[in-house]
């Protein structure tokens, strides 16, 4: 099935992250893919890319192109 609508969350304002970031990150993953929409990341910051490495799931994280 070809995703209906796409969506950007861009952190480019985030100041400050914590490990509810990759769990709030992964729950809109899930409801996007739950109602076929394509879904990307863009301007992640590190230390929130360092938590999903951490936790070993950042390969699940779907960044835009660009990054």
């Not at 304002?13 to 709030?24: N, R």
């Not at 990307?40 to 590190?46: G, I, T």
Request: proline share 4%.
């Amino acid at each position: 099935m070809v995703p209906e609508s796409s969506l950007i969350v861009d952190f480019a304002q985030v100041e400050a992250v914590d490990s509810s970031a990759v769990g709030l990150m992964l729950s809109w993953l899930r409801e996007a893919q739950r109602n076929n929409v394509n879904l990307c990341f863009s301007h992640v910051p590190d230390n929130l890319l360092s938590l999903a490495r951490l936790y070993g799931i950042a390969e699940l994280l779907p960044l835009c192109s660009a990054e």
